[in-house]
């Protein structure tokens, strides 16, 4: 399994304010895709943003963004103009299309105070 | 809607004691996997199935077994429960679907199954 690292087990950040996710992934491919997932108290595991490896551009999904640096095999999240309901656990994910198996980070607990 | 089914929500379950989790799709995806998620561990991959009749062992299959007898069905046992299962389960399928106007290659997660081993 591929190794994805989340440093930061939680983070708190201002109504309205923006907040950053790291992750940092480890491979010897060279085509991959990169995703982040939310997982509210509901449980529910939900798409936020995917990235492929082969794109150099990142990819944005309203208010959440991505910088993906292949080099540095970094693929932090920002989350701009943060609502109460974003609150959630966040969850950073690496593919292989070697063969598609989901490995996840440790996940990082993200708190939006009113 | 198109998605994955897991029951039971939630279990207490006597140590020793035989357990199955169930699992149903109805996306016609090839691929089927069980994670469990544990705290500060994220989510490791259990078993998984790339189609009907093969199955395969992931990252922490002890204790686990698996059976795909058919593409919409993917259930997860436990011979006999010890409390290090304690866990939230999660199905999940892999596929083609629409997702924000794109066809994408993607998974689809179930609710997640609470499992508590005493």
């Known amino acids: 399994a591929q190794t994805v690292t989340q440093s930061q087990p939680e983070m708190s950040v201002q109504e309205a304010e923006t907040v950053t996710l790291s992750c940092t992934y480890d491979?010897?491919?060279?085509?991959?895709?990169l995703f982040w997932y939310k997982q509210p108290p509901s449980r529910q595991m939900i798409l936020v943003i995917r990235?492929?490896?082969?794109?150099?551009q990142n990819a944005t999904e309203n208010r959440f963004s991505v910088n993906f640096q292949k080099a540095a095999k970094s693929f932090s999240l920002k989350i701009s103009d943060s609502q109460l309901g974003d609150t959630a656990m966040y969850f950073c994910?690496?593919?292989?299309?070697?063969?598609?198996?989901?490995?996840f980070g440790a996940g990082t607990t993200v708190t939006v105070r009113a | 809607i198109a998605g994955i089914t897991q029951a039971p929500t939630s279990q207490i379950l006597a140590a020793g004691r035989r357990m199955t989790l169930r699992c149903t799709q109805d996306?016609?995806?090839?691929?089927m996997y069980w994670y469990r998620q544990d705290l500060g561990l994220g989510l490791r991959l259990i078993h998984y199935?790339?189609?009907?009749?093969?199955?395969g062992k992931g990252e922490v299959p002890d204790g686990y077994s698996v059976s795909r007898a058919n593409t919409d069905d993917f259930p997860l046992t436990l011979a006999s429960a010890v409390p290090s299962q304690t866990s939230v389960y999660f199905c999940?399928?892999?596929?083609?679907?629409?997702?924000?106007?794109?066809?994408?290659?993607?998974?689809?997660f179930g609710s997640g199954t609470r499992l508590t081993v005493v």
């Open positions: 999940a399928s892999s596929g083609y679907t629409r997702d924000r106007g794109r066809f994408n290659y993607g998974y689809t």
């Open positions: 491979t010897s491919e060279n085509n991959y895709y």
């Open positions: 990235q492929e490896a082969y794109k150099q």
């Open positions: 994910a690496f593919i292989s299309p070697n063969d598609y198996k989901l490995s």
């Open positions: 996306m016609r995806h090839n691929a």
């Open positions: 199935s790339n189609t009907a009749g093969t199955t």
